[in-house]
């Protein structure tokens, strides 16, 4: 289960946000998609957490929007982590128009426990 964290700029508008709310789910999850955690498309509640954020005051960011996904470190996932996250910003360019943002991608060595 990927978590995603938009930090975004005071200009950007809200349909852009919107837009990115609707895509980034599906888009990280084909980015992350691995033998150990299989997509298969259907995304269920908790499959993909987001969180937006603007930025504050006394934050500092040369981008309008840099988006942080964070999932499970496996080693299928790792050994082409670069390739998935230059993909990944690729398709987010696509999808939203976007141009002056960046993707970072995170695999620590971690857990996740959910309830039904």
């Given at each position: ?64 929007v840099v988006i942080e996904v964070r999932s499970k470190w496996f080693e ?11 993909r990944l910003h690729e398709s987010i ?24």
């Amino acid at each position: 289960m990927p978590l995603v964290e938009i930090t975004y700029a005071p200009h950007v508008a809200e349909t852009t946000l919107r837009e990115l709310g609707s895509v980034l789910p599906h888009l990280v999850s084909q980015a992350v998609e691995c033998p150990e955690e299989p997509y298969d498309g259907n995304l269920q509640p908790g499959d993909v957490e987001m969180r937006f954020r603007g930025l504050g005051p006394l934050d500092r960011c040369g981008l309008d929007v840099v988006i942080e996904v964070r999932s499970k470190w496996f080693e299928s996932r790792a050994v082409n982590r670069q390739e998935r996250v230059d993909r990944l910003h690729e398709s987010i360019g696509a999808a939203t128009g976007l141009l002056d943002f960046g993707v970072y991608l995170s695999l620590p060595v971690a857990a996740w426990s959910q309830g039904d």
